[in-house]
């Protein structure tokens, strides 16, 4: 009987007579199947894959499937290997599904190859997923043809492209922002609305005091009945706004961007809000204020109210410590804030304004959000002095549902006289966070935090406010 074991059967001898000879160029690894291949490729990570199609031309064109291409992301940045960035951008732009496109705004280069980019993917009809991800709120036009270059090069393709599209963000870019009314009546008239699960057209505004207000007909959105995660300007919030996504039962996330507050902004209503919940118990609001100079000293009186499921509240560089909306958080937020950001640039007057409203022997909100808000898990505050004690007692308030806490090193008001059982507060903070903490060196923190003329708020908040999409 013949040896089931097959590793044998190489050293059984051939009968010449009965069977042609081997062909070793048909038999040889560079010659296996198309199906064999992918096959393998599958059972494959990323990187082995890569490192596989190295063996020859045909496991190299193995690589290129659409299966193995799922999700790319596209850096085009002047000091990374532009050579590799233009390579992944003809090798994979009509094979790409999901996508994520982080390009330098203000680099005209960056921009030819970003609209490059969108040209060949008007012609992918396997996309799903387009997230824009612009290093600047604004782009850098060419002097030449700067009157139609963004229509031309950049709108034109986009409106090609969305209303194929389950996720599109426009990157908080006002220029693309500009046109969302466009964007939104060919998606909510496209063939599947349906399948819209992410909208970002919330926007960075370059000018935040002039800007131009787009008439949008909010009632679009009811279209969207899949929706799990939009993102808009606060120009457009109402209760009407609230009402149109009333379908989209499994909403999760409303990111909403606060710049001006312009004359007769109809606002919401509590009641709304209270619909609004009752429609989406699971969906959670992230308000973000940015530059809004003037917003920020009305928040609490008419942008805020009780019945908003608020889990994160950003503000930046609004010059101002609204400290009534502090302590609204305490009593209004109990059971859904997660999230608390606050960062301005440092000036002689603005950075003592926190420890002068503290000394009127009035209780610290930070603190009494640590204490009654149940999910607090992350406290941000940068461009203010602050005490070391009230950081620790955050700390041992929240204990270890608390992930991060932000402080410059520079601003921390140390006390002498603190510690019994533990040697710093550091120490104490580690324990507390299960890793290594320290408040933030000088060197770490952004220019335009210790200076508003040093540097451009976009580096240090445009990253932020694009992950509320993530």
Request: net charge negative; hydrophobic share 40%.
């Amino acid at each position: 009987m013949g040896n089931d074991n097959h590793s044998c059967l190489a050293e059984w001898p051939l009968n010449n007579n009965n069977k042609p000879p081997i062909n070793q160029e048909l038999n040889s690894w560079a010659n296996l199947p198309t199906i064999v291949l992918h096959d393998i490729f599958s059972l494959l990570n990323h990187d082995d894959r890569i490192n596989a199609s190295s063996v020859c031309r045909s496991w190299r064109q193995a690589l290129y499937h659409p299966n193995f291409w799922n999700h790319v992301d596209f850096h085009l940045n002047p000091t990374l290997q532009m050579q590799k960035s233009c390579y992944l951008i003809s090798a994979c732009s009509h094979l790409v599904r999901h996508t994520t496109i982080n390009y330098t705004s203000l680099s005209m280069w960056c921009v030819y190859e970003f609209t490059d980019l969108l040209k060949r993917l008007t012609t992918n009809y396997n996309l799903k997923s387009l997230m824009l991800e612009p290093s600047h709120c604004h782009l850098q036009e060419p002097d030449n043809c700067k009157a139609n270059f963004i229509e031309k090069r950049i709108i034109k393709p986009l409106l090609s492209i969305c209303p194929r599209l389950e996720a599109l963000s426009l990157g908080c870019c006002e220029e693309i922002c500009n046109n969302l009314t466009r964007f939104l009546e060919l998606m909510a008239n496209s063939e599947h609305p349906e399948k819209v699960q992410t909208i970002g057209f919330a926007s960075v505004k370059d000018d935040p005091g002039n800007y131009l207000l787009i008439d949008v007909n909010v009632q679009l959105f009811s279209s969207f009945t899949n929706l799990k995660i939009i993102s808009v300007d606060y120009d457009y919030m109402s209760d009407i706004f609230l009402d149109s996504l009333r379908g989209a039962k499994h909403l999760e996330r409303m990111v909403v961007h606060i710049h001006g507050l312009w004359d007769g902004h109809p606002g919401t209503t509590d009641r709304a809000w209270s619909n609004f919940v009752s429609q989406h118990p699971k969906c959670f609001l992230r308000l973000t204020l940015i530059h809004a100079y003037e917003a920020i000293h009305i928040l609490d009186q008419r942008i805020l109210h009780p019945s908003m499921p608020l889990s994160h509240l950003k503000v930046f560089f609004c010059e101002a410590l609204n400290y009534n909306t502090m302590n609204l958080l305490s009593s209004w937020y109990r059971s859904s804030l997660r999230s608390i950001i606050w960062v301005d640039s440092r000036t002689s007057r603005s950075v003592w304004v926190f420890v002068e409203l503290l000394q009127r022997n009035t209780p610290d909100p930070l603190v009494m959000a640590a204490w009654t808000c149940t999910k607090l898990e992350e406290v941000v505050l940068l461009g203010y002095k602050y005490f070391e004690e009230d950081i620790v007692a955050i700390a041992r308030l929240r204990g270890d549902v608390l992930k991060r806490i932000c402080v410059a090193d520079e601003d921390v008001l140390y006390s002498q006289q603190m510690y019994s059982n533990y040697p710093d507060s550091r120490t104490e903070l580690s324990d507390i966070l299960g890793y290594d903490w320290s408040p933030i060196p000088e060197d770490d923190i952004h220019p335009v935090i210790k200076d508003p003329t040093a540097g451009d708020s976009d580096d240090y908040l445009l990253p932020i406010v694009l992950a509320d999409l993530k």
